[in-house]
């Protein structure tokens, strides 16, 4: 005879109950970055929209932006952390291949003995933990998940290189996702195009420079133009997808969350998709620059904690990156 397995039994949906997000005291302006590239603060601001960006000291390492941002977003959920069930941490720059960053997380947060890895998903790895959040908090597997984007890209910036030296900033940013009794968090619409994975990746393997093989630490180098392209045409599609995915429209969307790469990328994104005027568009990129998979949600806190933002709004939020890998959802803000 065969067992029946016992269906699962979690919320009917899951939602983003909380938000924080950490970003490093130091702040970065253009003026520096030009003391090792030839190029000027109009170039930058012309090509990317950045004027400023944080970088990590010491201390900052990536456990403590991830503790300092997770630390808000669970008071901001309105729960300890004795009652997360799941974290999930997205990171290209934890530099230690074992054990996850999470699970150090998740010990010194005091969740007792909760489930805790690592995703490797880059810029859209934010989109990637935030389904597996939804999914974990559906199925019953943990009441609520820490979702953490967090990255010390300061480390992996060639300051000589003259087409990444500026783009990149360093920081943490953490929902917590738990259950809801109507659907908050739409169909995700994701993906890898792996056949483009050379558009942006890491300068050597580490086994290379650890064995001698090159002198230069691994650092970010992308193909500038052809990420613009791909993201502004296909990203846009994709974006599309979500919406109709979760059954509205760009005319019922309140915000738009993109991965904060670049400004004119996003400029033209919104151009692409036809965004109505009255939709709020997270531009953090200015003063945080590209902090990876912590952009979306530091720029979803600052949203509302400034205001131009408000809990119930109705958000799409698009992640893309090195792979290339994309995700992108609707979701209802917290």
Not at 131 to 158: F, M, P, Q
Not at 221 to 241: L, N, P, S, Y
Request: include cysteine; proline fraction near 5%.
């Amino acid at each position: 005879m065969t067992a029946k397995i016992r269906p699962a039994k979690g919320a009917p949906y899951a939602r983003i109950l909380g938000v924080g997000g950490y970003r490093p005291t130091r702040v970065v302006p253009n003026e520096e970055i030009l003391k090792h590239i030839d190029s000027s603060d109009e170039w930058i601001r012309s090509r990317s929209g950045i004027t400023t960006r944080h970088w990590a000291g010491p201390e900052e390492t990536v456990a403590e932006m991830t503790l300092a941002a997770a630390g808000k977003a669970i008071a901001d959920a309105g729960i300890t952390p004795e009652q997360i069930g799941a974290v999930v941490i997205s990171t290209v720059s934890h530099f230690k291949q074992t054990p996850s960053i999470a699970t150090e997380v998740a010990h010194r947060l005091g969740t007792g003995r909760a489930a805790a890895f690592d995703i490797s998903a880059a810029c859209a790895g934010f989109g990637y933990g935030l389904t597996i959040a939804k999914g974990l908090v559906v199925e019953g597997s943990a009441e609520y998940v820490l979702v953490v984007g967090v990255e010390r890209l300061s480390d992996l910036t060639d300051l000589t290189d003259r087409t990444t030296a500026f783009l990149f900033g360093d920081g943490a940013g953490a929902a917590v996702v738990g259950p809801s009794e109507e659907p908050a968090i739409g169909p995700t619409v994701w993906g890898s195009e792996g056949d483009k994975a050379d558009v942006i990746s890491q300068t050597v393997p580490w086994d290379d420079y650890r064995e001698g093989g090159v002198e230069k630490f691994p650092a970010l180098r992308q193909e500038g133009q052809t990420v613009f392209r791909w993201a502004v045409f296909e990203m846009a599609k994709v974006a599309q997808q979500a919406l109709e995915a979760a059954g509205i429209t760009s005319d019922d969307l309140d915000v738009f969350i993109p991965h904060q790469a670049n400004m004119r990328i996003i400029d033209s994104m919104v151009k692409t998709l036809g965004l109505p005027e009255h939709v709020t568009v997270a531009r953090d990129v200015e003063t945080t620059g590209n902090t990876s998979a912590a952009s979306i949600p530091l720029a979803m806190e600052r949203l509302l904690a400034t205001g131009q933002a408000k809990s119930g709004d109705t958000a799409l939020v698009i992640g893309f990156g090195a792979g290339l890998v994309y995700a992108a959802t609707v979701v209802t803000l917290p």
